[in-house]
């Protein structure tokens, strides 16, 4: 394996080795994602009052906050997933530890579909609630510096930005398998029916996504590009000590940079359907469907943003992503707030192309960061960190914004705010497209 791999075969097709690549990082992030954001979306549909009633019956507003606040806390956990994974990763195995990761989201998922609710067991309920909430964290926290080298550094030096996006649009795809099952759900029973026993379904699903992903990341684990993974994963797992020595401003920066995206993407995982559906009194089925199709505009410019980056720059095009984010925020809410389906669409819509552009070069720029011996630690720690400080508190800020200020364009400040702090992160790195990723 070299940097300098071109990546087509004679024939101009894709080696079928890199095809698997691309495929394992694209159905197993997808698939992590699906489960992580079937949590978000139910979080603000109805976990408040099943597993918070004391709160939801005294105060609404404080418990759907503190509902949003169960996503952040697995946050926390995830750059203790990214510490772990990376020390197993080294003893176990790469695939044992991709599968293990997949594995452990799956079970934490399916575990919170048969979760007693307070009413049955208490303050149990909430308390268990957590703990799979903590182990969602911890293993999406070593899932997504695997998947993004294991596509960057397979690349062809003049795509990486195109294969690094791969690992990314497994966000945007898990979302709309996750919006699209609740649409499914909500449209086909009544709310009575869904608070009941319906929001169950979605997280037991899990168990079949388990075993797809396992079949495909097994069948990965059979080609030799697994195997040139595997030996670069032991050359780039570094002490964390050497890390944060030689390349704590490269961790800060990645941390800084992926702040705004993470934020305004969970506005739009777990936010704007519980607003809209809530606040608004939009048809939830409805809103979830808008919301579903507004997603494939996130996968689409999250892939041409990766294009774009090997054309015109890594920086430069997270540049332009940044400052639309900024400049959209807050008009964003006024199409919300009219409570029409369709400009409700469009906001969100808009929102996905800038979403997309600071998103889809994100791979290929953090692994470009890191030098190979700290470059696994380096992206997947940069990475939580970012997670924490953008998306951990999105939905909860954004619903303290609106329960104190009783103005939506309030929460498009503070994305704006975010949007420029990530800009200035981004615009202090120097331009990496077509570094050596071996030295």
């Excluded at 470009?368 to 951990?392: C, D």
Aim: net charge neutral.
């Amino acid at each position: 394996m070299t940097s300098t791999n071109p990546g087509i075969a004679p024939t101009g097709r894709m080696p079928t080795e890199e095809r698997r690549v691309l495929a394992s990082t694209l159905v197993g992030t997808s698939i992590e994602w699906y489960d992580f954001f079937i949590y978000a979306q139910a979080a603000g549909l109805v976990l408040a009052p099943l597993f918070l009633a004391p709160v939801a019956d005294a105060s609404p507003g404080l418990a759907q906050v503190l509902s949003f606040a169960t996503i952040g806390i697995s946050f926390l956990f995830r750059p203790l997933g990214a510490i772990v994974a990376g020390h197993l990763g080294d003893k176990l195995g790469r695939k044992r530890m991709l599968v293990f990761t997949l594995i452990l989201m799956g079970l934490s998922t399916a575990l919170i579909g048969v979760l007693p609710t307070y009413a049955a067991i208490g303050a149990a309920a909430p308390i268990l609630l957590i703990v799979l909430r903590i182990l969602q964290g911890f293993s999406a926290g070593g899932e997504w510096g695997g998947a993004a080298l294991m596509a960057v550094e397979h690349a062809p030096t003049a795509r990486r930005g195109l294969f690094g996006a791969f690992p990314q649009i497994g966000v945007p795809i898990g979302m709309i398998l996750a919006t699209f099952t609740l649409w499914v759900l909500t449209s086909s029973m009544s709310p009575e029916a869904f608070a009941a026993w319906g929001w169950r379904v979605p997280f037991l699903l899990s168990i079949v996504l388990i075993g797809v992903g396992y079949l495909i990341r097994r069948a990965v684990d059979e080609s030799p590009v697994f195997e040139d993974l595997q030996r670069r994963r032991q050359e780039s797992s570094a002490p964390l000590g050497q890390l944060f020595k030689h390349n704590t401003k490269e961790v800060i920066l990645t941390a800084v940079i992926f702040i705004a995206n993470n934020a305004a993407g969970y506005l739009l995982i777990a936010f704007f359907a519980t607003y809209a559906v809530t606040a608004l009194g939009m048809d939830r089925p409805t809103v979830l469907l808008a919301t579903t199709l507004a997603s494939f505009g996130w996968l689409t410019f999250t892939l041409w943003g990766g294009h774009l980056s090997d054309r015109l720059g890594r920086i430069r095009t997270f540049q332009i992503g940044y400052v639309a984010l900024a400049v959209w925020a807050i008009p964003m809410w006024f199409l919300i707030d009219s409570a029409n389906i369709v400009w409700y669409f469009v906001a969100l819509f808009v929102m996905t192309f800038a979403l997309g552009l600071s998103y889809g070069p994100q791979a290929a720029l953090y692994a470009e960061m890191f030098p190979a011996n700290v470059r696994y630690s380096g992206v997947s720690i940069g990475y939580a960190l970012g997670a924490i400080l953008g998306g951990a508190f999105a939905p909860t800020i954004a619903s303290a914004l609106m329960e104190n200020f009783h103005a939506s364009w309030t929460i498009g400040v503070y994305i704006a705010i975010a949007s420029v702090i990530s800009l200035i992160g981004v615009s202090l790195v120097k331009e990496t497209k077509g570094v050596d990723l071996f030295t």
